[in-house]
């Protein structure tokens, strides 16, 4: 991979922090916006923390310009609004277009469905059933973040991963779709790692990859 600047939004989220982690250890340069920037514990002279959160349009122009792509992994926390992933995305879109930015990979759930590949089990459609009856707004976010991006004309890639789980990374995951070549699982730092390599690969440009164990 070679080595770019990028801007990062969820830093701070436990996804987040291992993708940074991840990004510095590689040698990129990293621009990342945190709205607490003492939660983040990485130093580096390659690393620039930009204060603000998503919503705040001039914060993401600050986070974005310079760079070379965009990695989201940013999602609800308490307090959040309903719509904090549609909303924060379209801010994070605006700011790449005026900064000539065309490559984000940004990072969702199982729940989001890709009709065109997904076959969902029996298990994979009660969880999805689930996610709708206990976190509709979440789900409906998700959604629309997507249409966001899929209106956007940029070089978007939605990873999509099962059930997150901190365990040790193995440097081996499955990449398909639910229901294939897929399980129920993955650790927090092999789905980082995968985040990470999408900022060169193009292989799912405008897909929604399903990563697991």
Known sequence: MTNTTIALFGAT????????????????????????????TEASDRLTIVTGDVLDTAAVEQTVRG????????????????????????????????????????????????????????????????LKALSPQVLDDAKGHLEVLQDSGLDWTVVRGPRLTDAPATGSYRVGWVGVNASTQISRGDLARFILTQVDDRQFVRELPFVSR
């Open 13 to 40: 989220g436990r996804t987040g922090r291992l993708v940074l982690a991840e990004a510095l250890a590689e040698g990129h340069t990293v621009r990342a916006l945190a709205r607490r920037p003492e939660a983040i």
């Open 67 to 130: 760079t070379d792509a965009v990695l989201s992994v940013f999602g609800h926390v308490k307090g959040s609004p309903p719509t904090v992933q549609t909303d924060g995305t379209r801010n994070i879109v605006e700011a790449m277009k005026r900064e000539q930015i065309t490559r984000i990979v940004s990072l969702s759930g199982g729940g989001l469905p890709a009709e065109e590949h997904d076959r969902p089990g029996v298990a994979d459609r009660v969880i999805r059933l689930l």
